[in-house]
T-cell receptor, first 113, second 114 residues
Framework: AQSVTQPDIHITVSEGASLELRCNYS??????LFWYVQSPGQGLQLLLK??????LVQGIKGFEAEFKRSQSSFNLRKPSVHWSDAAEYFC???????????FGDGTTLTVKP | DGGITQSPKYLFRKEGQNVTLSCEQN?????MYWYRQDPGQGLRLIYY???????QKGDIAEGYSVSREKKESFPLTVTSAQKNPTAFYLC?????????????FGPGTRLTVT
């Protein structure tokens, strides 16, 4: 069965600093990988996705992620964080025709002024 | 605009009552999902449906029931058998025929049972 681990429960960065959120997955085949963002009390919004091709993928809001098969990782990065990036971030792995996804427990990002 | 609607945003019920959460989508997606979200536990899959008149249990289906009579609608009933129903419930949809399998989420319903 697939699984996702987000090792960092909570991360605090200063506005303008760089950001990296970690995600490790477990899946037997080539995975579909996603990063979603959730503002408090809201639904999830897709930031970016990977399923084949270039291992560095670009997403919305200036985010990017790199798929590293050897490390089973799909870390999310942003070169310069804005206060509006404060939210909860979820990594997910999808599998199978059903489109089911397994989500990590999330990382809460706090941005200091 | 296409999207997923969930109503109501907030729902309050007394213990022992069944309650039904609404989820409607106009994205023409075949698959729909219900998740439960508790603080620090991420999203847990309750039920999913790949096609009309068919649905499967997810990881935490006990105490919940669903129906899928129309492609656009996937209501979730939280029954009195659910031991701890207070949570944030998210509905999502996807189009499994597409390569990406990404899911589109509704705004959620916060259920409080006292």
């Amino acid at each position: 069965a697939q699984s996702v681990t987000q090792p960092d429960i909570h991360i605090t960065v200063s506005e303008g600093a760089s950001l990296e959120l970690r995600c490790n997955y477990s899946y037997g085949a080539t995975p579909y990988l996603f990063w979603y963002v959730q503002s408090p009390g809201q639904g999830l919004q897709l930031l970016l996705k990977y399923f084949s091709g270039d291992t560095l993928v670009q997403g919305i809001k200036g985010f990017e992620a790199e798929f590293k098969r050897s490390q089973s990782s799909f870390n999310l990065r942003k070169p310069s964080v804005h206060w509006s990036d404060a939210a909860e971030y979820f990594c997910a792995v999808g599998a199978g025709y059903a489109g089911k996804s397994t989500f990590g427990d999330g990382t809460t990002l706090t941005v200091k002024p | 605009d296409g999207g997923i609607t969930q109503s109501p945003k907030y729902l309050f019920r007394k213990e022992g009552q069944n309650v039904t959460l609404s989820c409607e989508q106009n994205l023409n997606h075949d698959a729909m999902y219900w998740y439960r979200q508790d603080p620090g536990q991420g999203l847990r899959l309750i039920y999913y449906s790949q096609i009309v008149n068919d649905f499967q249990k997810g990881d935490i289906a006990e105490g919940y029931s669903v129906s899928r009579e129309k492609k656009e609608s996937f209501p979730l009933t939280v029954t009195s058998a659910q031991k701890n129903p207070t949570a944030f419930y998210l509905c999502a949809s996807s189009h499994p025929g597409q390569t990406s399998h990404e899911q589109y989420f509704g705004p959620g319903t916060r259920l409080t049972v006292t």
